[in-house]
C-alpha cells in the first residue's frame, strides 16, 4: 500500500520490517505469591517441597531443566546459582545442599520473559562501533529498539543492519539468546546529586553538608562514608532522616549496566533495574555525541516509568556495552520526548522537549546541569497535527542546518512524521519546515497494538540519504529514506526566530563533558 500523506517519488518505503519474535526471552528471577495483586510470599514452601526430593529425582528433574532451557540462554547454570543465592537464607543452615540441589532450587525461582511479545516499536538509529568488513559505500548501524513484553513492561533492546550502497539496506542477524546486562558499581556525579536536590526543593543542613563532603565524582563506598559521618547533631535536626533517606534514594537511582566482551549486541537487553523505571525505559533516542575535547561518546534519552509517574533519564556509553544511567533535572525533563543535541553549540549542550506536552520546544542546560525551561519552536499549526506535536529523535546536523524530524498528531490520534529545519548556531531560529507531512501509516501499518501510530526515536544521514526506523502501530518496525537533498528542496522557508527570542542563557560547568549530562 502507498501512503496517504506524501506519496511523492523522493521517498523509499523499504521492504525490510522487523516484526515482534515470541522467541526473544530473557530468564528473570521468579518468586511465588508475590507477583500477583496480593503479596503472599509461598517461597519457604516451595523450598520445603524441594528438601523432600531425593537426589535421583533432583538430577533427573535438572537434567530435564538443562535439556529444554539450555540453548536458550547464556550460562543458564550460572544464572540458576545466582538465583538460589537470593533465596538460600530460606534453607535451614544445618542441611548440606549439593551443588545439583542448589541449581535445582535456582531454576523453581527463574522464569522465561518475552520481551517483545506484545509490541515492537519507536527505533533509533546510530553509526555502529564497529564498522569492520563492509564494502565502499556501506555503513553499519546500531539500532535501539523498544520492545513490550507481559505486563507492558518496555526495556530496549538492539540490532543491526548496514546501510548502502545507495538505497540498499540489510538487517543483520538478531538470532541468539538473549542477556540481561549485569549491574555494576557506578560512579556519581555531585553535581547530578545537588541538581536532584533542586528539582526535590530540599536545601537544609544536613543536605548540605553531604554535598559538601563528596568529591566531585564518587562510588558507591565513597558516599556510604560521607553518610556515616555526618555529624549526630545535624541528623537530630526536623527533617534530617528523611534528607538522608531522599538523597540515598537519589544516589540508588543512578547505575551502571555492563554485558561481556562476547555477547554480541543484538542479544543485550537493558532491563529496568531501579523501582523508578520498574515498568519500563520507553522510547529511548541515541545519538552520537561529540564532546568538547573531541571525544565521541553515545547518549540516549528515554522517559522512566514506575506504573504511575514518569521522569526523564539518559544513558551514556562509549562502546554500546558498558552503559551508565542517571537522572535528567530541570523543568525541561519533566515531560517525555527530550533528544539532545549531538555537538556543544557556542558552548551551551542544548536539548529539544516538550515540556508542555504539545509543543516542541529548544531547552538549555545551565550551570548547575539543570534543563531550563523551552523556548517555543514548533506549535500545532495543522490539520494534522493539531493535536500535538514533538520530535522524532536528535537533530541532524546537515550544511543546510539542523534537520529535525517531527511527528504530529491529527484527528483519530493519528500519528505522522514531518521535518523541520533549524540554523546551526542559533537553533532557536527555525529556518523552514516541510509543510505536509513526510510519512503516515499506510493501510497495513495503521492496524496494530496502537492503531495510526507511526513513529520514530531518530535516524542519520549516510552518503547523501536520509534514513528514517520508524515504528508502525506498536506492532512492527518499518524503513524509510530519501535523498537528504529532494527533502530539504521541500522545506518552505521560515526565516524567523521563533517568539523573537535567542535560547535561554546556560553555558555548561568548565572543564565538564558530554558524559556529565
Known amino acids: ?15 525490510v520490517v522487523m516484526q515482534p519474535d515470541g522467541r526473544r526471552v530473557v530468564i528473570k528471577l521468579f518468586v511465588p505469591g508475590e507477583d500477583g495483586q496480593t503479596v503472599k510470599n509461598r517461597a519457604g514452601r516451595l523450598i520445603e517441597r524441594i528438601l523432600q526430593l531425593d537426589e535421583e529425582e533432583i538430577g533427573r528433574l535438572l537434567d530435564d531443566v538443562l535439556t529444554r532451557f539450555g540453548g536458550r540462554h547464556h550460562d543458564l547454570l550460572g544464572t540458576f546459582a545466582h538465583h538460589y543465592e537470593l533465596v538460600q537464607h530460606r534453607v535451614p543452615p544445618e542441611i548440606d545442599l549439593s551443588p545439583a540441589a542448589r541449581s535445582l532450587i535456582g531454576a523453581y525461582f527463574s522464569h522465561e520473559y518475552s520481551v517483545e511479545a506484545a509490541a515492537l516499536c519507536n527505533p533509533s538509529m546510530v553509526e555502529h562501533p564497529d564498522q569492520t568488513g563492509l564494502d565502499p559505500g556501506q555503513l553499519r548501524v546500531a539500532i535501539s529498539l523498544r ?13 543491526s543492519a548496514v546501510l548502502g550502497p545507495g538505497d540498499q539496506l540489510l538487517l543483520e542477524n538478531r538470532d541468539g539468546p538473549l542477556t540481561i546486562g549485569q549491574r555494576v558499581g557506578a560512579t556519581h556525579w555531585r553535581h547530578q546529586l545537588a541538581a536532584a536536590l533542586i528539582d526535590a526543593e530540599i536545601d537544609n543542613e544536613a543536605s548540605s553538608y553531604v554535598l559538601s563532603a563528596l568529591p566531585e565524582r564518587f562510588i558507591d563506598v565513597e558516599f556510604e562514608d560521607v553518610i556515616a559521618h555526618v555529624p549526630g547533631e545535624l541528623l537530630g535536626r526536623p527533617f534530617a532522616q528523611h534528607t538522608i533517606d531522599r538523597i ?21 537487553v537493558m532491563w529496568p533495574a531501579t523501582q523508578t523505571e520498574s515498568n519500563g525505559m520507553e522510547d529511548a533516542r541515541f545519538v552520537r555525541v561529540t564532546d568538547p575535547d573531541g571525544r565521541h561518546v553515545y547518549q540516549a534519552t528515554y522517559t522512566a516509568y514506575d506504573g504511575r509517574h514518569i521522569s526523564g533519564r539518559v544513558i551514556f556509553s562509549r562502546d554500546l556495552r558498558h552503559f551508565e544511567v542517571t537522572r535528567l533535572s530541570g523543568p525541561a525533563a519533566a515531560n517525555k520526548g527530550m533528544a539532545l543535541f549531538p555537538r556543544y553549540i557556542n558552548g551551551q549542550k542544548m536539548a529539544l522537549c516538550r515540556s508542555d506536552g504539545e509543543t516542541l520546544g529548544l531547552s538549555v542546560r545551565d550551570d548547575q546541569h539543570r534543563w531550563q525551561p523551552s523556548v517555543p519552536l514548533l506549535t500545532p499549526h495543522r490539520g494534522w497535527d493539531l493535536i500535538q506535536v514533538g520530535n522524532c529523535g536528535s ?9 529535525v524530524l517531527t511527528h504530529g498528531v491529527g484527528p483519530m490520534r493519528r500519528y505522522a512524521i514531518g521535518a523541520m529545519l533549524l540554523d546551526l548556531e542559533d537553533p532557536a531560529k527555525v529556518i523552514a519546515d516541510l509543510p505536509e507531512g513526510l510519512i503516515d501509516p499506510d493501510e497495513i501499518e495503521r492496524e496494530g497494538y496502537v492503531p495510526n501510530v507511526l513513529y520514530s526515536c531518530g535516524g542519520l544521514v549516510h552518503d547523501g540519504r536520509f534514513w528514517v526506523p520508524y515504528g508502525a502501530s506498536d506492532v512492527r518496525i518499518g524503513f524509510a529514506s530519501m535523498p537528504l537533498d529532494a527533502l530539504l528542496a521541500r522545506m518552505a522557508p ?3 526566530k521563533v517568539s523573537g527570542r535567542r535560547a535561554p542563557a546556560g553555558r555548561s560547568a568548565p572543564g565538564s563533558s558530554a558524559t556529565a549530562s
Open 1 to 15: 500500500m502507498t501512503a496517504t500523506v506524501n506519496t511523492s517519488d523522493m521517498l523509499t518505503r523499504h521492504d
Open 147 to 159: 520492545q513490550i513484553g507481559e505486563g507492558h513492561i518496555s526495556s530496549i533492546g538492539f540490532c
Open 248 to 268: 540515598r534514594h537519589f544516589v540508588s537511582e543512578d547505575y551502571a549496566l555492563q554485558f561481556p566482551c562476547a555477547v554480541p549486541l543484538h542479544q543485550r
Open 395 to 403: 537533530p541532524i546536523e546537515t550544511e543546510a542546518g539542523w534537520l
Open 494 to 496: 521560515r526565516g524567523r
